[in-house]
């Protein structure tokens, strides 16, 4: 069982999808925060200290993969998971995201944001498989 106070960070240029995704996880006793670029985002983490990350790759001033580098690459932050979610499916995206340090890519269009949530708290209770 998840802990019904596990911290989820947002970091998605579409205020429609963060939106979504902040009352659905709200919704499901997560504490979630929104940033609405990378750069807040990798702030946000240090703020923050999410359980979890979910990031988009193509955003305005910092891309996805920045930010992963940058959250993987510190001592303090390393260890907290990322999940990739993008409407860029290609083979390289997903490979490039993995290598980074992501632990797992989605493809929003192809999953629901119920799905979403079971693949959070999968990850969560270590019992996550990347597709």
Do not use: W
């Not at 929104?34 to 703020?47: F, L, S, T, W, Y």
């Not at 980074?100 to 979403?116: C, E, F, N």
């Amino acid at each position: 069982m998840v802990a019904a106070t596990a911290k989820i960070l947002i970091i998605e240029d579409d205020c429609y999808i963060s939106k979504m995704y902040q009352l659905k996880l709200s919704l499901d006793g997560f504490d979630v925060q929104v940033a609405d670029n990378g750069r807040i985002g990798v702030d946000k983490v240090h703020e923050f200290m999410p359980n979890i990350i979910l990031t988009d790759i193509l955003m305005p001033e910092m891309d996805g993969f920045e930010v992963i580098k940058m959250v993987k690459g510190e001592p303090e932050t390393k260890d907290i998971p990322i999940l990739i979610m993008s409407n860029l499916g290609q083979e390289d995206h997903i490979k490039k995201g993995l290598e980074l340090g992501a632990l797992g890519y989605i493809v929003k269009s192809q999953y629901t944001p119920s799905k979403v949530v079971e693949k959070i708290k999968e990850i969560l209770a270590g019992k996550f498989v990347q597709e």
